[in-house]
């Protein structure tokens, strides 16, 4: 079984910074393509990021793109997201997601089969 952990979460000033973390464990996905999501109140679950299995590659949703780094550090079998001037709108739950797929450029929710429980991200203006 894969078991992902969200951390990081909590409540930060418009343009302050914050650094989810994913912890993976249980087998050897590490590899895999991860992404993370997010969904805002009231609002469907929307792509934010993604990063290749070797690290090598990332890609990001539009809104985020420019303010959001995704890195992995597969030695710890961890992957981050590092948000930098964040907007209130920017306020959801943020998940973590793996993907069987060892490419890049994976944006859609069905595409990821493994999930963590989410961690809060609350901006305020």
């Known amino acids: 079984q894969v078991q992902l952990v969200e951390s990081g979460g909590g409540l930060v000033q418009a343009g302050g910074s914050l650094r989810l973390s994913c912890v993976i464990s249980g087998r050897t996905i590490t590899s895999a393509a991860m992404g993370w999501f997010r969904r805002a109140p009231g609002k469907d679950r929307e792509f934010v990021g993604g990063i290749s299995s070797g690290g090598d590659s990332t890609w990001y949703a539009d809104s985020v793109k420019g303010r959001s780094t995704i890195s992995r550090d597969n030695a710890k079998n961890t992957v981050y997201l590092q948000m930098d001037s964040l907007k209130p709108e920017d306020t959801a739950i943020y998940y973590c997601?793996?993907?069987?797929?060892?490419?890049?450029?994976?944006?859609?929710?069905?595409?990821?089969?493994?999930w963590g429980q989410g961690t809060q991200v609350t901006v305020s203006s």
């Open positions: 997601a793996a993907t069987p797929l060892r490419g890049s450029g994976y944006y859609a929710s069905r595409l990821y089969n493994y």
